[in-house]
């Protein structure tokens, strides 16, 4: 089901299963706060449609809900609220921007192993340092690192996420300026940015220590146009 809520004037849409919460919100006209869950097949009816205003009449008693448009209606049957699961406890902070945060997703996802046998190297390490930003991934093979320098990271914090949240997440954050918040649980997280509020579960386990695999020193450098070396390899 979707969970419907209406307060102040907005609509929060919110789905849910054991990994993840998306919550996205939009502005709405309500004669008074609610909240209900909604059938997913709501969403067979509401594709089809051109865009449009929609009336939505929901019974509190119940819980049928009439969407009426232009030219017709349907209608669907709600349920109560109060058995969908509930936002978790957040304590650590990471801000950043979604450009950032999308760019480190992008760049280092791509290592993260498919192995059932060890769920920790499917996955993407985030962590802060003081004053820069760490995004990391590794199928035991070969790593992905990508770093940003960071002022506002004063303080050591790391996040492990699963490469199917990580996917989510690099499709639906956009490449912008607006600041984005990851708020770090203990079990699970947050993240916060224009109208979305994505919570999913921490990957459990200690990440493996990449930095006693990346070379403290080169000695050899090469150097080449990067649309050749493209070229060269396909």
Same mark, same amino acid.
């Given at each position: 089901?979707?969970?419907?809520?209406? /307060?102040?004037?907005?609509?929060?849409?919110?789905?849910?299963?054991?990994?993840?919460?998306?919550?996205?919100?939009? *502005?709405?006209?309500? *004669?008074?706060?609610?909240?209900?869950?909604?059938?997913?097949?709501?969403?067979? @009816?509401? !594709?089809?449609?051109? %865009?449009?205003?929609?009336?939505?009449?929901?019974?509190?008693?119940?819980?049928?809900?009439?969407? !009426?448009?232009?030219? @017709?209606?349907?209608?669907?049957?709600?349920?109560?609220? =109060?058995?969908?699961?509930?936002?978790? *406890?957040?304590? #650590?902070?990471?801000?950043?921007?979604? %450009?950032?945060? &999308? &760019?480190?997703?992008?760049?280092?996802?791509?290592?993260?192993?498919? #192995? +059932?046998?060890?769920?920790?190297? &499917?996955?993407?390490?985030?962590?802060?340092?003081? @004053? +820069?930003?760490?995004?990391?991934?590794?199928? @035991?093979?070969?790593?992905?690192?990508? /770093?940003? =320098? =960071?002022?506002?990271?004063? *303080?050591?914090?790391?996040?492990?996420?699963?490469?199917?949240?990580?996917?989510?997440?690099?499709?639906?954050?956009?490449?912008? %300026? %607006? +600041?984005?918040?990851? /708020?770090?649980?203990?079990?699970?997280?947050?993240?916060?940015? +224009? #109208?979305?509020?994505?919570?999913?579960?921490?990957?459990?386990?200690?990440?493996?220590?990449?930095?006693?695999?990346?070379? !403290?020193?080169?000695?050899?450098?090469? /150097?080449? #146009?990067? =649309?050749?070396?493209?070229?060269?390899?396909?």
């Amino acid at each position: 089901n979707y969970l419907f809520e209406i /307060k102040d004037g907005r609509l929060f849409i919110t789905t849910a299963n054991d990994e993840g919460r998306i919550t996205a919100s939009l *502005e709405c006209m309500a *004669e008074e706060d609610l909240s209900i869950c909604v059938p997913a097949s709501i969403l067979d @009816g509401l !594709k089809t449609l051109p %865009e449009q205003p929609l009336d939505i009449y929901i019974n509190p008693d119940n819980k049928s809900i009439l969407i !009426k448009y232009y030219g @017709g209606k349907f209608e669907v049957v709600g349920y109560d609220s =109060k058995p969908f699961p509930q936002k978790k *406890e957040i304590l #650590d902070e990471i801000r950043t921007t979604a %450009e950032e945060f &999308n &760019n480190g997703i992008s760049k280092v996802i791509n290592f993260a192993a498919a #192995d +059932e046998l060890r769920p920790i190297m &499917n996955s993407v390490s985030i962590e802060t340092a003081l @004053g +820069e930003i760490i995004f990391v991934s590794s199928n @035991g093979h070969g790593l992905g690192l990508f /770093k940003r =320098k =960071k002022q506002c990271c004063t *303080e050591t914090c790391s996040v492990i996420i699963s490469r199917q949240i990580a996917s989510v997440l690099k499709g639906l954050i956009p490449l912008s %300026e %607006e +600041e984005l918040t990851i /708020k770090v649980g203990s079990d699970w997280s947050e993240i916060s940015f +224009e #109208d979305y509020e994505i919570s999913f579960r921490n990957v459990e386990g200690r990440y493996p220590n990449w930095r006693a695999v990346v070379p !403290k020193s080169i000695n050899l450098e090469l /150097k080449t #146009d990067t =649309k050749l070396l493209l070229g060269a390899i396909k």
